[in-house]
């Protein structure tokens, strides 16, 4: 290998790759993009973790953008098994082939049982898929939903960048893919596959960062209604609620608020909108016995 | 890529700030101590990631240290501590940070005190006074749990073996063979086609498989409960042993600790000496309703506690206001599968549920019983098991 791994051009630290996220609209900062400059270089796989609605599963969707390289994208689900992840044989097509073989005149038993085994007949699914298209970004997805089981799989993937299929052989990408794994921390994934990969905790981005990302994201948004916003959102966060909004809650609002034509967040149409960050009906209630207006004029004199 | 070299015989290396090798070397071990699994594989890989960066900024050691030690958000409170203890000035990090990860965490580099154990006796009966007062302050102390009597032992080992039942199970979305016509399974039955030569042979089924339900215990180890925490560690640590099913181990005490990691392993007394070590509030106050906020916070909304079987092990003192705990109940029963309540107290003659707390948790638990006796803890075990039902 090179040495510099999956690095596109002009990378040469985490601060470029800051620069280069942000051209595609991903606002990282150092420790994400430290991560992300690591696990693109060295090959290693990258474990986030964090809240609902950090980023995670957008990173992956930026670094794609950024390397040029199409999404391959797996979301994990209870039940999930090897042939829904890794390959499954194509039966209907082998059968095909085999009865046509059959009708021929040279049919020769031997020749079309190994063909039925060959790679034509075999179906990709997303992580053998990662592995033959190269350059890639493998996303997998929610990987504490999958059952404990399916982490063995995905161990063996992710350590050697490898799928053995017993019919056929190993099979081995040339270049391995930048692969994020993401976690919502429902349950404790097992250590084996966190060691093969950089682990990273994300945080809600501070106030700065937040509401550059939503003035990105929802560019018909005047800059005062982004600030008032985001400073709303950071007041819910701390006002014990439930599920407490994440950046996609952030955006979503200002999206909302930016469609009504607000010029920025007032109390009524605040409370007309509250469904796209409050997702409980506990929540709402204790939302609407606050006064948001007070909480933004108060966030934003902390901010 | 470049070779790295661990320092052979890691023993001599002191932290030392100007040599990264050294410093990531020293900064391993000290972790390791302060309870984070750090090998030696780590502490490569955190070298071959600070070299891949730029080993004199003190940044990108932390994050090279970081993102290769760590291995779960409560590790990073810890390695904060570690490094900045070993290097100086202020951390690198972006923000004060979610105040629920930033704790003040014991780092090995300080060690309370080691005799827990020994001055508990002489000081017991003055203290007992101060320290439930001033339990918010929280009693920092090590405490053995592993020296039993034998005739507690064998009480004990009797409730494991009674533990031992499947486990109320749940169906599955994985399905499975079955003989019985059901779902065709196309699967095999293209296989079976494919091996007769396309000729149509009967179709192969499958059924739903059943697995089993998670089980969550909250298990109180403050002062009102010290006869019993230990007792009730030990159904724990045997409830862990289920197989192929997920459980949960929490302890409440001033705060929040997870000892699920700390139970696994088939030695009973090896999981309590791990969990003693864990815990840093065996004997404090009680703060139900902020703790299982916590717990449901942290983990039980994301997933731990739904569809769960959650057991919580309490007396029910609060110190805090009850209404607290009534609210995040009801919370924990939209969640769980089943809430059963055990209150060693509760065996107890002319027994009525006054303890504030209880009294507003109640109406949401689904099972409530004693947890005094083997007899009771067998009870519980078949209740967690699903075998029998018993209202509150």
Redesign the interface.
């Known amino acids: 290998?090179d040495?510099r791994g999956l690095l596109p051009a002009g990378v040469e630290?985490?601060a470029d790759l800051v620069g280069r996220l942000a051209d595609v609209g991903y606002l990282a900062?150092?420790?994400l993009a430290?991560?992300a400059?690591?696990g693109l270089?060295?090959h290693r796989p990258l474990f986030c973790?964090g809240e609902?609605g950090v980023g995670k599963t957008e990173l992956a969707k930026a670094l794609a953008s950024v390397l040029g390289a199409p999404l391959i994208r797996l979301q994990c689900?209870?039940?999930i098994?090897a042939?829904q992840a890794l390959y499954?044989w194509d039966?209907?097509r082998?059968?095909l082939h085999?009865?046509t073989a059959?009708a021929a005149a040279d049919f020769d038993p031997a020749a079309v049982e190994a063909e039925?085994w060959s790679r034509r007949f075999l179906v990709a699914r997303p992580l053998l898929q990662a592995l033959e298209i190269t350059p890639s970004v493998l996303l997998v997805d929610e990987v504490?939903?999958a059952?404990d089981e399916f982490e063995a799989f995905l161990l063996e993937v992710l350590s050697d960048f490898a799928v053995t299929v017993p019919e056929l052989g190993t099979l081995r990408a040339d270049v391995p893919p930048a692969v994020v794994v993401t976690s919502?921390?429902?349950?404790?994934v097992h250590?084996a596959l966190?060691?093969r990969c950089?682990?990273?905790?994300l945080?809600?981005p501070?106030f700065e960062r937040e509401v550059a990302i939503v003035r990105l994201r929802v560019p018909e948004a005047s800059a005062r209604l982004c600030a008032e916003v985001t400073a709303a959102a950071h007041a819910l966060r701390d006002a014990d609620l439930?599920?407490p909004p994440g950046i996609a809650e952030t955006v979503d609002w200002a999206q909302a608020l930016a469609a009504l034509g607000a010029p920025g967040l007032d109390p009524g149409l605040a409370a007309a909108t509250l469904g796209a960050v409050v997702k409980y009906r506990e929540d709402v209630e204790r939302v609407r016995s606050l006064d948001v207006g007070a909480l933004v004029t108060r966030a934003l004199m902390g901010a | 890529?470049?070779e790295v070299r661990v320092l052979p015989g890691a023993g001599g290396a002191e932290p030392d700030p100007d040599d990264p090798v050294r410093m990531l070397v020293g900064l391993g071990r000290a972790l390791d101590s302060a309870g984070l699994?750090v090998g030696p594989?780590?502490v490569a890989e955190a070298v071959?990631?600070a070299v891949?960066?730029?080993p004199t900024r003190r940044?990108?050691l932390y994050?090279?240290g970081?993102?290769?030690l760590?291995?779960?958000?409560d590790d990073?409170p810890k390695y904060d501590a570690v490094f900045a203890a070993l290097t100086e000035g202020d951390l690198?990090r972006?923000?004060p940070?979610?105040q629920h990860?930033v704790r003040a965490v014991p780092v090995a580099l300080a060690v309370p005190d080691a005799g827990g154990s020994d001055d508990e006796d002489t000081e017991a009966g003055a203290e007992t006074v101060l320290r439930a007062a001033a339990s918010t302050v929280e009693t920092l102390r090590h405490k053995d749990v592993t020296t039993l009597g034998a005739a507690e032992r064998a009480l004990l080992d009797r409730a494991l073996a009674a533990l031992s039942l499947p486990g109320e199970s749940r169906p599955?979305?994985?399905?499975r063979p079955s003989p019985h016509p059901g779902a065709v399974d196309?699967?095999r039955t293209?296989?079976a086609?494919?091996r007769s030569?396309?000729e149509l042979v009967r179709p192969r089924w499958t059924r739903r498989s059943v697995r089993p339900r998670p089980v969550v215990l909250l298990v109180d180890v403050s002062g009102s409960m010290s006869g019993y925490a230990d007792v009730l560690l030990r159904f724990a640590h045997a409830a862990t042993r289920r197989r192929g099913a997920?459980t949960?181990v929490f302890t409440l005490g001033t705060r929040l600790t997870r000892v699920?990691?700390e139970m696994t392993g088939r030695d009973p007394e090896r999981a309590m000496g791990a969990v003693a070590a864990v815990v840093p509030d065996w004997s404090g106050g009680t703060r139900l309703g902020a703790l299982l906020r916590e717990f449901l916070d942290r983990?039980g909304?994301?997933?731990?506690a739904?569809g769960a079987v959650v057991v919580i092990m309490s007396d029910g003192w609060e110190r805090d206001d009850p209404a607290v705990l009534g609210a995040q109940m009801s919370?924990l029963a939209l969640l769980a599968h089943r809430v059963v309540w055990c209150n060693p107290r509760a065996g107890r003659p002319g027994f009525a549920p006054l303890a504030g707390g209880l009294a507003a948790a109640l109406p949401y638990v689904d099972d409530f019983v004693s947890g005094h006796s083997l007899a009771a803890l067998e009870q519980l075990a078949r209740i967690v098991a699903g075998v029998e039902v018993r209202g509150a």
């Open positions: 290998m040495g630290s985490p900062d150092e420790g430290t991560a400059y690591l270089r060295l973790e609902a689900y209870e039940g098994e042939s499954d039966f209907p082998q059968l085999l009865r059959e039925l504490d939903r059952d919502n921390r429902t349950r404790d250590d966190k060691r950089y682990y990273h905790w945080e809600h501070e439930l599920k | 890529m470049s699994r594989d780590r071959r990631a891949a960066l730029d940044t990108d994050w090279a970081r993102l290769t760590c291995a779960n958000p990073l690198p972006l923000r940070g979610a990860l599955s979305r994985r399905r196309p699967r293209v296989r086609l494919l030569g396309g997920r949960e699920t990691r983990w909304q994301r997933g731990a739904r919370r």
